[in-house]
């Protein structure tokens, strides 16, 4: 199943152009924060971590809206892996 994250900084910032996209990309659920990424505590994230299973595929429209920062995004991208999930990010061209 193709999974979506989108994250928007503050509740004045539209998901529009990061839904649209995953729905083109054929994301049958999609999960949502608006919340800085530089905030540890966001639970459309973490629903989502919990919600996917071995198969799955998280799609982001892009990386900087996964993680918080570097170090975060590869223990995401290690955590996925452990779980036999696959990562794609639409504008960064990355299809594990």
Known sequence: MLI??????????????????????????????????????RPGLKKLLRTLSEGDTLVVWKLDRLGRSMKHLITLIEELRE??????????????
């Open 4 to 41: 979506g994250y989108v994250r928007v900084s503050t509740n004045d910032q539209n998901t529009d152009l990061q839904r649209n996209a995953l729905n083109s990309a054929g994301c049958e659920l999609i999960f949502e924060d608006k919340i800085s990424g530089t905030k540890s505590a």
């Open 83 to 96: 779980k036999s999930v696959n990562f794609r990010s639409l504008t960064d061209s990355i299809d594990t």
